[in-house]
């Protein structure tokens, strides 16, 4: 064990640790020395979205220690940010430890003076957004890790927009969390006063918010006893998707008994993930059973909402992330324009590696379509910016997360569990299966087929491998793949677009982001950007041809997917 390791250790061992925290260090110096280096080698960072981590003692774990110093910081510079009081709401999930990192959080915070609105129990992460704004929070925070594996949780933190920390506030939070040093430095205790529990209350103002996004409700009046399966994953899910979904007036709707109770240990699935099929594959079967209509399923925090539906033949499929997104955009702005709800200033949000389908219907629609950075902080940012200016109405990304509506400023499942229903009612009312209606958008806009690859690479020599693949990409960027020519460079860490057959480059008016897209003549399109919270680099596809008519759907399915296969297989990424 290296010097620097040593002196940790050491701290930890002489310092004002509780006798848990000390004896678990002292059995792994004599059972696990490797595990312990792992726990104390660097310091579990606090980046632009908060902490995210392992459980366990040391500064590279989750840790009563770890949170209450980042705590103790996002305290300093709220304090500096704003005068008079200051108020912050936090939530949290069913992740093991969940509850009591929200109360270390809880109480740091009350001992800096400032006013807590903590959830009596566990709710879902868009509720937490809506509260900074319905109560008049200066700030956030939530205690989840979303979908990783059981051993993690996190904490993230969120401005008084209610959305996750932009700059300048990301980087100025970061530097306030580094100064913290020692544990001495944090206000643990003596501000119990500043502490108010709150639930129902706000519980029913949120639920209100969502009734209203309803685009038809009588057509949910009509097609009420539509079959609905949904499964929260032992997840924040159970207190208020069933509830919305009754509220719409859905009268049929089944929960997946073994996976409604909240559980940290998540007992039914490895991973906690809608967009994993075999978290999926419970729900999957109560759906084949009751010969559902649709299925949902909500991770742990509530924030993302993965969806199965039956294909052209009868047999169950999960729809991937671009797909719900393709179906809920198009339903919106559609069933926006039937109401006569539709105005001038009306707007979407994508990502830029969701798919571009939605830019050709918005356009179609005269509705302007905005594409930002991965992460909906910048989709709450834009909305920010805008406004007064111009009308929000849905934003997405192809990370199974969606956003209806301006009042929730992250990506929101118990809304779009709502809303997804009641478009699946539409369909129904129309005679049409929601496998249907995404054939029937293909064939009038054309048919956009996505796929991502990740590629992962551990440790330090996985990051320099990561680096040296996006350098090689950025000075040497590829003429032609799969036989088709490069005719344009998106560079978002140089924040330009080359058309390389001109060499014309334009600026791109978005904030520095390690991501590049290469956008060839046959209107295919490969994006490639490393992970900021995993040592990966993930690669995005997407690629299309029109789609003359529904009988050719299947045909030109299995096209598009070679065509994916050889671009995969001619950049060598496989």
Known sequence: MDNIIESKVSQWLGGQFDTDTVATIKKLQQENPDELADAFYRSLEFGTGGLRGIMGVGTNRMN???????????????????????????????????????????N???????????????????????????????????????????????????????????????????????????????????GEANITSIGKDVDEAYLQELKNLSIQPEVIKEQHDLKIVYTPIHGTGITLAPEILKRYGFTNVHVVEEQATPDGN????????????????????????????????????????????????????????????????????EGRKRKGLAGDTDYVCKTVVTSDLIDVFAAKNNVNCYNVLTGFKWIADLIKRKEGKEKFICGGEESYGYMIGDNVRDKDAIASVALICEMAAYARSQGRSLYEQLIDIYVKYGYYKENLISITKKGMKGADEIAEMMRGYRENPPTTINGSKVATLYDYELQQVKNLKTGEVKPIDLPRS???????????????????????????????????????????????????????????LK
């Not at 709401?89 to 509850?99: V, Y």
């Not at 490393?530 to 299947?554: C, H, M, R, W």
Request: glycine residues 6%.
């Open 64 to 106: 009563k220690y770890t949170v209450g110093m980042s705590t103790q910081g996002f305290a300093n510079y709220l304090k500096q940010a704003f005068t008079g009081e200051i108020k912050l709401a936090i939530a949290h999930d069913s992740r093991n430890n969940s509850r009591y990192f929200a109360e270390v959080a809880a």
């Open 108 to 190: 740091v915070l009350a001992a800096n003076g400032i006013k807590v609105y903590l959830f009596e129990s566990l709710r879902p992460t868009p509720e937490l957004s809506f509260t900074i704004r319905h109560l008049g929070c200066q700030g956030g925070i939530v205690l989840t890790a979303s979908h990783n594996p059981k051993e993690y949780n996190g904490y993230k933190a969120y401005w008084n927009d209610g959305a996750q920390l932009v700059p300048p506030h990301d980087k100025n939070v970061i530097r306030e969390v580094e100064k913290i040093s020692s544990i001495d430095e944090v206000k643990w205790s003596g």
């Open 514 to 572: 390690n991501v590049l897209q290469f956008v060839l003549e046959d209107g295919s399109k490969i994006s490639a950007r490393p992970s900021g919270t995993e040592p990966k680099i993930k690669f995005y596809f997407s690629v299309n041809q029109p789609l003359e008519k529904a009988e050719d759907f299947d045909a030109v399915t299995k096209a598009l997917d070679q065509r994916v296969q050889d671009i995969i297989k001619d950049m060598k």
């Open 266 to 333: 998540f007992p039914t699935v490895v991973y906690p993930n809608p967009e994993e099929a075999e978290a999926m594959s419970l729900g999957l079967k109560k759906a084949k059973e009751l010969d559902a209509a649709i299925l949902l399923g909500t991770d742990p925090d509530s924030d993302r909402v993965g969806i199965a539906v039956k294909d052209l033949k009868g047999e169950w499929t999960l729809l991937n992330g671009n797909q719900t997104a393709v179906l809920l955009f198009n339903y919106i702005i």
